[in-house]
């Protein structure tokens, strides 16, 4: 059913130093993207969502990460390629959508420099080529006045404005993924319904693979092809949309869904997880990470070291306790 | 862009007459007047008296003000210096001229040592040379002034006897000349160098501290992420935006080349604007302590004046459209 | 029977600019906002970023002080700091922010914290003083012993329920929650909003609920208020809103919610497409010639909509179906 594999994430861990001890923030995930595909990682703060985004292509401050695993790019891994390497596929093989459009932009720049940066490292066009390139590409993403806006100052333009700026320099070389971390968290829902949109469509027309990382399941509802749900640095479920929304599976993912406050009947309680997400310090490593959440559960339900089971097609769930899971009274 | 530089600019008009008149009455509260050193034993009251009348100096003082200050703006007549008998107009300017050249020096020294020692340091945090450009910031901060000075005097003035220790140009020499040159260079060396090493302290810890500001920035994030290669990176984004609270003091930089360090002037007897300051001071001398006053004041507003022009050519946030 | 009643809210603020720096227009960051509140029961003022809706909460509780307008408790006009002590308003009415932690002051412990309003106001012994906060850590769900820990020990959730216990402790009659839980995760988000719910009954409280989240405000209210440029574009209870939206922003807003709806999406899409042809289409009838929004006019006892007439309405209607 899906297209061809474009990126592959094997068994991926990423760690960052304490006072000199390394705790792993992601803990051996494996996912793959494929061409046309939405992929949407979820979770709350601190499951490790974004550390995924920013180990694809090398991002951390390497004095303070250790990444280790495999992530397979056109059958090279390009998890141990140097920074020079690494400059060859970011921006140009893979772009990079972030969630605070004012603080990504330069303030010192113009917004059409900082369009046409990624293009002077990545093509061979001449200064007025790419300068109506940059023009196309404002005008592709929905910008009324490009000329206008090009030669404007971020803090001159609004937030919806600026992420679409955004959206523009990762579309810019035409790249085979977009990684967008939490790209509309920052705006209002309205402006986040046009940009949502906006980057649905972009996807049809240059034919990428999109990883979208977001807290918000109602956009993952609305956006995601198939949906990764992560919890303390594990993925818990793995399925598609329609199946992850229709039969959710994992205790984590239905209590989440449990606690959206959007049911219409308003009386209603919200579901409340007991305990608190452990900080990476306090990580148990062993068995079922959400086991301390769900006390009420026996023991015996969890598997002694978890792991992805298919339960279906395209439905993979970790450990054994979602057979046996039922909400407390 | 040129209103805001325009209406920066009247704003300035009120602050300088405010300024002047300040340093009219104090120049008015001072004891004595021109005509008291001309009092001996026998002079005569009623000449005096008559002197005075005719000065002016009984005059209303809005009269006298007026007076002195369209004598200042005229002909830049700030009166005469008692201990050097000549116009001050004329000493501040040869003064101004050696204070010039020595803080051009020192302003390049500093910004020679201080800029790529800031930036290296804050790329390269917790490297070798970060910390021992963090050790060199505590000493170059901790030691006073003087005490540098008179180190470099016995070091390199009396011990290696690199370089003069007083003065700014060898006596005798041909006006003019490449030698003359030569010894005012010469001359300047030390002092330059010491006033460099004390200032460097705030720009390279500034620096430092916006660099690995900088680095953590999302925008920094964002052009990393197009494929903009490391030094590229720096060079582009994390440089100028690192600049921007020099900049913002680059002004008083300016302005302070002509005013001078007391310290550094006094300790190497070098004949500029600060050790003038302090012996006009010492020998009473009013009419050019005035003068000084009056033109460091003004020093300091075209300075805040130029600070807020280069804030709104590096940032365009702070323009006004 | 509504005990606060803010009737044509106006704040607005001076924009300078010109040559010198006149006043030359008015931000109107709340303009002829009305809202009243009845006891025990919950208010949603929605709006996007800039409308206003933070605005009329800090004019409510009076850290804005208002252009025009009259707030009323119990029939008592409270606009002054003066009339304000009298009434006791600021003991009755709380307000609970955003970014707790900002607000919280780091170097005092929790006990301070919250004994804050009530060593304001109330003069109790320290026994029944540390009763008291214990009864509200109780309230909140926090143990005994966080009392001596500071702000920075807790985490986001537990936080806020120490604004909570704080804003409880004088057992005020409205709390204004300015964005109570969009800093949250959600399932912690939902620990907060099951927690306000359960203490509305304990304290019969009433909650003015400032969010830009429709999914929290459908939840919590009774009734919602929609701003929009500093005016309110729709009000009517959660039913009106939700199930029966008349201006055209009220729609797109409604459309806009990202709903746990993963079979009907290309529905939801088609559906917003066509209500933003729709607010295109007829900006003319909901916003007059300068783009600002019109009076409110009812169109049955709950609810009212700013239009030009209502006329109009109907024709909305018509032109979509």
Not at chain 2, 143 to 160: C, E
Not at chain 2, 250 to 267: A, D, H, M, Y
């Amino acid at each position: 059913m899906y297209e061809e594999k474009i990126l592959e994430i094997k068994n991926l861990h990423t760690a960052f130093r304490f006072e000199d001890q390394y705790y792993d923030a992601v803990d051996g995930v494996s996912l793959s993207l494929y061409k046309n595909e939405l992929l949407a990682i979820v979770g709350e703060s601190g499951c490790g969502k974004s550390t995924i985004a920013n180990s694809i292509v090398g991002l951390h401050d390497k004095n303070y990460t250790r990444v280790s695993g495999e992530i397979i790019y056109s059958d090279e891994n390009v998890i141990n390629y140097s920074e020079d390497q690494l400059n060859e596929i970011r921006g140009k093989e893979i772009g990079f959508i972030f969630q605070d459009p004012l603080a990504s932009l330069n303030p010192l720049q113009r917004i059409g420099m900082q369009i046409e940066e990624s293009l002077i490292y990545h093509t061979d066009l001449n200064k007025n080529q790419r300068w109506e390139k940059v023009i196309s590409l404002l005008e592709q993403v929905g910008i009324d006045n490009p000329e206008r806006t090009a030669r404007q100052f971020p803090h001159q333009l609004s937030g919806g404005m600026r992420q679409r700026v955004l959206i523009a320099i990762a579309l810019s070389c035409k790249p085979n993924i977009i990684i967008a971390d939490e790209p509309t968290t920052a705006l209002d829902v309205t402006i986040q319904a046009q940009i949502l949109d906006l980057l649905s469509g972009l996807q049809k027309e240059i034919n990428a693979g999109i990883i979208l990382i977001t807290h918000d399941l109602g956009v993952v509802a609305q956006m995601a092809d198939r949906v990764a749900v992560m919890y303390a640095g594990e993925i818990v479920e793995l399925a598609t949309a329609k199946e992850l929304f229709e039969n959710p599976l994992h205790p984590y993912t239905r209590s989440l869904l449990q606690s959206i406050p959007q049911s219409d009947s308003p009386e209603s309680e919200l579901h409340v997880i007991r305990g608190m997400v452990p900080s990476l310090k306090n990580l148990p490593r062993t068995g079922c990470r959400f086991a301390p959440r769900i006390p009420y559960i026996d023991e015996a339900e969890h598997e002694e070291n978890p792991v992805l089971h298919q339960v279906s097609e395209n439905h993979f769930v970790r450990c054994t306790c979602w057979k046996n899971f039922r909400f407390e009274d | 862009m040129w209103k805001t530089v325009l209406r920066r600019f009247l704003i300035m008009i009120p602050q300088l007459i405010i300024l002047s008149v300040i340093v009219f009455f104090i120049g008015k509260m001072m004891p004595g007047d021109p005509f008291t050193g001309l009092i001996t034993g026998d002079t005569d009251p009623a000449a005096i008296a008559a002197l005075r009348e005719k000065a002016g100096l009984n005059d209303p003082w809005p009269i006298q003000y007026k007076n002195w200050i369209s004598r200042i703006l005229g002909n830049g007549d700030f009166g005469k210096s008692y201990t050097y008998k000549m116009q001050v107009s004329t000493l501040i300017g040869q003064r101004a001229q050696n204070t010039l050249w020595l803080s051009l020096l020192t302003l390049i020294l500093t910004y020679l040592i201080a800029v790529p020692l800031g930036v290296y340091a804050g790329r390269y945090q917790n490297s070798k040379l970060d910390k021992a450009v963090i050790v060199y910031n505590f000493v170059s901060y901790a030691i006073p002034s003087f005490v540098l000075a008179l180190l470099m005097i016995l070091i390199f003035g009396y011990k290696l006897g690199w370089v003069p220790t007083t003065g700014s140009v060898e006596i005798g020499i041909q006006k003019g000349t490449a030698a003359y040159y030569g010894s005012r260079f010469h001359y300047m060396i030390m002092p330059a160098v010491t006033s460099a090493i004390l200032s460097t302290t705030t720009t390279i810890q500034y620096l430092r501290n916006e660099v690995i500001d900088a680095k953590t920035q999302d925008y920094v994030k964002t052009a990393r992420s197009k494929g903009v290669p490391t030094n590229k990176v720096y060079s582009h984004h994390i440089f100028r935006n690192s600049l921007l609270p020099i900049a913002a003091f680059f002004g008083f930089t300016i302005t302070g080349l002509l005013s001078g360090t007391i310290f550094i002037e006094t300790i190497f007897g070098y004949p500029g604007m600060g050790e003038l300051f302090i012996s006009s001071i010492n020998s009473r001398d009013y009419s050019v302590m005035n003068a000084l006053v009056l033109l460091f004041g003004v020093l300091t507003l075209v300075g805040s004046l130029l600070s807020d022009i280069i804030m709104s050519i590096v940032d365009p946030r702070i323009r006004i459209e | 029977m509504s005990f606060l009643e803010i009737n044509n809210l106006k704040v607005h603020f001076p924009i300078r600019g010109g040559f010198f720096n006149t006043i030359q227009d008015y931000v109107k960051a709340v303009d002829d906002v009305s809202i009243k509140i009845e006891e025990g029961r919950t208010y949603g003022l929605i709006g996007e970023s800039g409308s206003g809706k933070t605005t009329v909460g800090k004019a409510i509780v009076g850290l804005e002080q208002p252009t025009g307008g009259e707030i009323l408790y119990y029939g008592k006009r409270v606009n002054s700091k003066k009339l304000r002590k009298k009434m006791d308003y600021n003991k009755e009415v709380q307000m609970i922010f955003q970014d707790v932690l900002s607000s919280l002051d780091p170097k005092k412990r929790i006990r301070d914290i919250i004994a804050e309003p009530i060593r304001n106001y109330e003069n109790l012994s320290k026994e029944e003083e540390i009763k008291k906060l214990l009864d509200l850590l109780n309230i909140v769900g926090m143990p005994p012993d966080a009392l001596y820990k500071y702000p920075h020990e807790f985490s986001g959730g537990q936080r806020q329920r120490i604004g909570i216990a704080r804003s409880v402790a004088l057992s005020p009659k409205l709390i204004v929650a300015d964005e109570p839980v969009s800093a949250l995760d959600l399932s912690v988000q939902a620990q907060i909003l099951n927690f306000l719910k359960q203490i509305q009954e304990e304290f019969s409280l009433s909650y003015l609920f400032i969010s830009h989240d429709l999914g929290v405000v459908k939840h919590m209210c009774d009734y919602i208020y929609i701003m929009y440029r500093g005016r309110l574009v729709e009000t009517g209870t959660t039913q009106d809103i939700f199930n029966n939206p008349q201006h055209i922003y009220t729609k797109k807003l409604i459309a806009a919610i990202p709903e746990i709806d993963v079979e009907n999406r290309d529905t939801i899409r088609l559906n917003r497409m066509k209500v933003e042809k729709e607010y295109a289409k007829n900006e003319k009838i909901f916003y007059d010639k300068d783009g600002k929004v019109f009076d409110l006019l009812p169109i049955s006892e709950t609810h009212f909509v700013a239009v030009k007439s209502k006329e109009d309405l109907k024709n909305v209607e018509n032109s979509v179906a």
